[in-house]
Structures are given as C-alpha cells and as structure tokens.
C-alpha cells in the first residue's frame, strides 16, 4: 500500500514558466514533508521541507503547500530552468521518535530551453 | 553539507558472491540510513543505525546485513549475491530532529 503518491511520472514544461509537482499521502501520522531533487548517477539532494504545521514554505523560486485536509501538498519552482530538469521525489515522516522517510516513486521535470 | 561517500559507485557481480558496499560520512552524524530503489520506484529503508553498535531493520525486507562499528563508517554486506539483489542501494546521514538526511551517490549493483 502505496503511502505516498506521486501520479504523475513526468512533466514537461518550458523555461522561465511554473512547474508544479504534486503529491498526495494517505497517512495521517505524517508530520514533516520533504522534497528531494535527483540527477542521474547522483544521490538525492535535499530541496525544501514543510512542517505540517505550516501551510506554505518558501526559499528562493521554490515553494511548498501543504493542505492537510485534502493530505496533498505541492512543489512550485518559478521561473524553471533548464538545471531544474531531474527527478523529484516527494517524502513524508510519521511523528514520534522514529525518522523514517516515506518515499513516492517521483517525477520527472524536464524544462526545455 | 554532509559528505557522504559510497563506493563502489557501480559493481557487477557474478551470483553467489560476498559483497560490501562501503559508506562513510565525514560530520560526525549518528544516524545513518541505507536505501534500496529500482528504477522508477520509490527509495525503500533496508536499514538504519542510531550510532554506535545500533542497526535496525528497515520497512523492506532485505536479506542483506549491516554493522556500525564506527561512527563515521556503516557497510552493507550482501553474503550471497543473487540476481534479485540488483538494485540501487543509497547510503544516508543526518544531524538530529528534524535535519534532512544526506544522501551518497549510490552503488548501483548488478548481479548476474
């Protein structure tokens, strides 16, 4: 059972426009939301975080929503570039002592130049 | 930034054999993870430690078995490769509370 969703396995948009990527979760434990970047033959690189306390955290063109009602939060990178192209990968953590991240299967952001 | 180091970074490998692949940290981090993924999936938790002489299982079943003798140090050993264990296995550190983890560039396994 596929805690995590990420329904779209790619997205395609054009430099200097709005690219949204979205996740949904099941989990009602889950506190703390992450988004991870991943080039090719490279680890995951920590992007941005939200609390679920929190509904909106912003740094620099990226920004994350969270709406805990609808368990759905979103990635928005305003303007895309072309180095943004990569997979995203979305990822939640139950409250509690135990850090364990719960991964989606991610989309692909290509930003076409 | 954490500095994380996996190697080998890609490793073929005939089915049967003892492997062991190597992950170090550099920032004293007490918390370290291993990840499985295949291609288009999600990263699975195979493994983690909360420092010294501590390893847990992960959510995944894996047949594979770690050791954490050292802080900076968390090796993966596989005692007989098969070809079900071709994969990407992902190393990860962390600071405490809510810091994120630090991933390594992965060893992408291939057993044949």
């Known amino acids: 059972d596929q805690q995590v969703k990420q329904n779209s396995p790619s997205l395609s948009v054009q430099e200097g426009r709005i690219s949204i990527l979205n996740c949904d979760y099941t989990?009602?434990?889950?506190?703390?939301f992450l988004w991870y970047k991943k080039y090719p033959a490279e680890g995951p690189t920590f992007l941005i975080s939200?609390?679920?306390?929190?509904d909106k955290n912003e740094d620099g063109r990226f920004t994350v929503f969270l709406n805990k009602s609808a368990k759905h939060l979103s990635l928005h990178i305003v303007p895309s570039q072309p180095g943004d192209s990569a997979v995203y990968f979305c990822?939640?953590?139950?409250?509690?002592?135990?850090?364990?991240?719960?991964f989606g299967k991610g989309t692909l952001l290509t930003v076409n130049p | 930034e954490a500095d994380i180091y996996q190697t080998p970074r890609y490793l073929v490998i005939g089915t049967g054999k003892k492997i062991t692949l190597e992950c170090s940290q550099t920032?004293?981090?007490?918390?370290m993870y291993w990840y499985q993924q295949d291609p288009g999936m999600e990263l699975h938790l195979i493994h983690y430690?909360?420092?010294?002489?501590?390893?847990e299982k992960g959510d995944l079943s894996s047949e594979s078995t770690v050791s954490r003798i050292r802080t900076e140090h968390f090796p993966l050993t596989l005692e007989s490769a098969r070809p079900s264990h071709t994969s990407q296995y992902l190393c990860?550190?962390?600071?405490?509370?809510?810091?994120?983890?630090?991933f390594g560039n992965g060893t992408r396994l291939t057993v044949t």
């Open positions: 989990n009602s434990m889950f506190d703390y």
């Open positions: 939200i609390s679920s306390i929190k």
């Open positions: 990860a550190s962390r600071e405490e509370n809510n810091s994120p983890l630090h």
């Open positions: 430690s909360y420092g010294v002489n501590s390893t």
């Open positions: 920032m004293g981090h007490d918390k």
């Open positions: 990822a939640a953590r139950s409250g509690g002592s135990n850090y364990k991240l719960t």
